[in-house]
């Protein structure tokens, strides 16, 4: 770990390598005047709007909607099977559950015709009803989009363990609806500052006060109502993985294990003061915890232990983080380049967009391995997953 000077308060960074845009960034944090104690870089950062994805952030009595992003919500899940790999699960099984999850899961901007769910049976699978900040309209889109992928590093993927043992992994969140609700919530913190006056490092770092602006508790709602819809839309996903494994691979077992935002806000304590943790691209990493930290599309999966390092707020990286952006990636490689890297590998790859193969490809991230060697003080590694099959918008 390493400090980032320059800022009124200090910025822990477990990163390597870091490029202007994100120092710039880093920094901002450490001067945005609602933060406190310090603020985190994990491993995996990269520049992002106002905050760096893969930043923690620690306020008080404030919330800061760019520091969870347009995607709230955004997470993994994990399922085990019973099958193994090379004996009761082979190429054929994979590649015909592959091509059924991609039948029955809409990628890239694809929604519903009709509502998988109805809006009751939805709301009582959340427990939650939708509060006076979510707006009819995006409610009605977002149940044209339970259970979709998105696109972009969203993905579904069939992996392996080093024992062979199947895994299924997915990687999603709110869709649109977060969407929503950051670019209003965000755009109505900057009214806000402004007014009152508030200084600002970015004006993407515009905050609510949550002891004095009346729509900081709205967005605190709306998120919270994002975060379990983000769940829902997972469980549906992984629903229709379940039903594909069971009609292609007969599979008898299907445990979810795990699901884990790293896109949100949370009431925490830290160094004995009582505040706001936001995690934008950052796992919660509490001792003995699991986490779940995707590599590249290509490359190793990590599910993890955490272990609850104070400095990081108690986070850990939540993937390989980028290393090229999505317009550099696409000038060094062809979709089809791509697509024959991964067959070189042995992986299976369905994408409803393959010419943008490039913008996820795994040259376009950073080294996972070197990403959870540099966080090795904030998780411990439990399984390595290895991609057999993936999805992509």
């Not at 993994?76 to 790999?85: C, H, K, P």
């Not at 997915?170 to 009152?196: E, P, T, W």
């Not at 993407?204 to 379990?228: K, N, P, Q, S, V």
């Amino acid at each position: 770990m390493e400090i980032i000077p320059g800022a009124r308060l200090p910025v822990y960074s477990w990163a390597a390598d870091l490029e202007g845009e994100v120092l710039r960034q880093a920094r901002n944090l450490g001067d945005l005047e609602v933060a406190v104690h310090h603020a985190a870089l994990m491993a995996d950062a990269h520049a992002g709007f106002g905050m760096p994805i893969g930043g923690v952030l620690f306020t008080e009595k404030a919330i800061v909607p760019y520091a969870i992003g347009v995607d709230i919500g955004c997470g993994i899940q994990l399922a085990r099977t019973n099958l193994v790999w090379g004996d009761t699960f082979d190429a054929r099984k994979l590649r015909n559950v592959l091509r059924q999850i991609q039948r029955d899961v809409p990628t890239g901007f694809e929604i519903h015709k009709r509502p998988p769910l109805p809006r009751d049976r939805l709301l009582e699978r959340m427990r939650l009803d939708p509060p006076d900040s979510i707006q009819a309209g995006w409610l009605g889109r977002a149940t044209l989009s339970l259970g979709t992928l998105g696109g972009g590093n969203h993905f579904l993927e069939v992996q392996r363990e080093d024992e062979d043992g199947v895994f299924f992994l997915l990687h999603s969140g709110s869709r649109n609806l977060g969407k929503q609700i950051c670019d209003l919530f965000a755009r109505r913190a900057l009214v806000v500052c402004r007014a009152a006056g508030r200084a600002l490092p970015d004006p993407e770092l515009a905050y609510l006060r949550i002891d004095e602006d009346e729509d900081a508790g709205r967005y605190w709602e709306a998120m919270t109502f994002a975060l379990r819809w983000a769940e829902q839309n997972r469980r549906q996903m992984m629903d229709r993985a379940e039903q594909a494994f069971r009609k292609h691979a007969s599979v008898h077992d299907f445990d979810r294990l795990v699901d884990v935002h790293h896109n949100y806000a949370a009431r925490e304590e830290h160094f004995g003061i009582a505040g706001v943790v936001h995690r934008k691209g950052s796992v919660r990493a509490r001792a003995g915890e699991t986490v779940l930290i995707p590599g590249s599309m290509g490359t190793s999966s990590y599910v993890g232990e955490g272990l609850g390092h104070h400095d990081a707020f108690e986070s850990s990286p939540h993937g390989a983080g980028r290393a090229l952006g999505r317009k550099a990636a696409k000038r060094l490689k062809t979709g089809a380049d791509v697509a024959t890297e991964m067959a070189g590998w042995g992986i299976q790859f369905l994408s409803g967009a393959p010419r943008d193969a490039a913008e996820e490809a795994a040259f376009a991230y950073k080294d996972i391995e070197t990403v959870m060697a540099l966080s090795a003080d904030l998780v411990s590694p439990v399984t390595r997953l290895h991609p057999l099959g993936v999805v992509k918008g």
